[in-house]
């Protein structure tokens, strides 16, 4: 399953993005996932809560995943709350 680390270098760039904007928690992040990537979305879903668990601030973020035509997988979006 490389699902998995895909996720961990999600929360480790959405954890570094945080860290510097003073970003106190994640409340979602969004993932653009294209139909020819290779990722299987449900096993992202199942898994984003191991690859978060290093992070506190991404204790009870919610993973938003939308298909899309392509090859590619983007963060479009990450819903935060400010220090």
Known sequence: M????I???IVKIVGRVA???????IRH???EVGEGSGVVPL?????F???ADA???LKDTELR??????KRLIIKDIGYQGK
């Open 49 to 51: 809560p191991v690859a």
């Open 2 to 5: 490389h699902e998995l680390g």
């Open 29 to 31: 992040i969004t993932l």
């Open 43 to 47: 096993y992202m879903k199942k898994l």
């Open 65 to 70: 995943i939308s298909m899309v035509r392509g």
């Open 7 to 9: 996720l961990r270098q």
């Open 19 to 25: 860290e510097k904007n003073s970003i106190a928690a």
């Open 55 to 57: 992070f506190p601030l």
